[in-house]
């Protein structure tokens, strides 16, 4: 469901108005009544199992326990039970064999919080989620999200953290870990048999030999070499502002990088409207558009579904490789 406040419902919508005689096919969980003042073709559904059938004939939706306030345009903590729900059960029905992925709408993470919500973000609300459930193959677990899109796979080592904080999080086992799921993920939900994976470096120029900073040297490079050691096919420490031009890109198959930002930009600046998130690491897949709520727009009609659209075909892709490979 995402935010009921923000553009979730609009862009589901729209995204089965293009797909409806394509596929994948798609359910959604939400309070069916203002789904309906979106569209009325609707079918209500109970079970996961329905939604194949009633796909091509209407948007199917499975009810929550209660129904939702929302107000276009504004994010209401009282929506936090609902929000929640529809991701427990979304997560539920994946861990079951129900649904073969979940795809997420966007939350508005400063209002959940202010409702007393213990995580940053979705990437680590699921990996509390599905942390007891076993991994197939025996992955390394995650959390670890990813930016996939047509130009760049980009990975930040730290996610949802203030600089600050961020940069004290570092470490060389946080680095190494992160790559192995991404290396794994790259393998097992992409059919790269053999990924390669550039890592960046924290500081201006990869801190400089030392006279920019000590981080490149001290935390980051340590766990390159180690990597290379188990066999991974990797190189770094880079300067980050000279790993995403179209010849650099060629090179790799992801981008690793020490902060949200350096990973995130280049990725939305490339393909702001075709990125979609990924969470690497998880025993399911899960994806999601790669922007907000966007309660600036909400309620007018104009919220294009092209990151949620290739959300839900990424999410049918990587179900089908991991069917295939593992």
């Not at 199992?49 to 209407?58: C, K, R, T, Y």
């Not at 197939?136 to 904080?165: C, E, F, Y």
């Amino acid at each position: 469901m995402g935010d009921p406040g923000g553009v979730g419902a609009e862009i589901a919508v729209k995204a089965w108005a293009t797909l409806r005689h394509s596929g994948p096919a798609f359910f959604l969980i939400d309070d069916p009544a203002r789904v309906a003042k979106l569209s009325p073709e609707i079918i209500l559904i109970s079970d996961p199992s329905q939604a194949q059938d009633a796909f091509a004939n209407g948007l199917p939706v499975m009810a929550l326990t209660g129904d939702v306030s929302a107000t276009p345009g504004l994010s209401q903590p009282e929506n936090t039970p609902a929000i929640l729900e529809s991701i427990e059960r979304a997560v539920s029905f994946a861990l079951d064999g129900a649904a073969a992925a979940i795809v997420t709408n966007p939350i508005q993470k400063s209002t959940l919080m202010a409702a007393g919500f213990a995580f940053p973000g979705h990437t680590e609300f699921l990996g509390d989620l599905t942390k007891s459930a076993p991994m197939p193959k025996a992955r390394a677990r995650g959390p670890v999200m990813m930016l996939s899109g047509p130009q760049l796979r980009s990975v930040p080592v730290t996610i949802h953290h203030a600089v600050k904080d961020a940069v004290t999080m570092l470490t060389p086992q946080l680095i190494v870990h992160t790559a192995m799921v991404t290396a794994e993920a790259l393998r097992d939900d992409f059919a790269i048999a053999n990924p390669r994976i550039v890592i960046s470096g924290l500081n201006p120029h990869a801190g400089e030999a030392g006279a920019l900073g000590v981080e490149d040297e001290m935390i980051i490079a340590p766990a390159v070499d180690e990597l290379r050691g188990i066999g991974l096919n990797v190189r770094g420490p880079l300067p980050a502002d000279t790993m995403f031009h179209q010849e650099a890109r060629a090179s790799y198959d992801a981008a690793l990088c020490m902060l949200h930002d350096q990973a995130l930009i280049p990725a939305k600046t490339l393909a702001f409207h075709d990125a979609v998130n990924v969470t690497l690491g998880l025993p399911i897949i899960r994806t999601s558009p790669d922007h907000g709520t966007a309660l600036d727009i909400a309620g007018k009609g104009v919220a294009r579904a092209d990151s949620l659209i290739a959300a839900i075909r990424l999410a049918a892709e990587v179900a089908q490789t991991r069917h295939q490979l593992l």
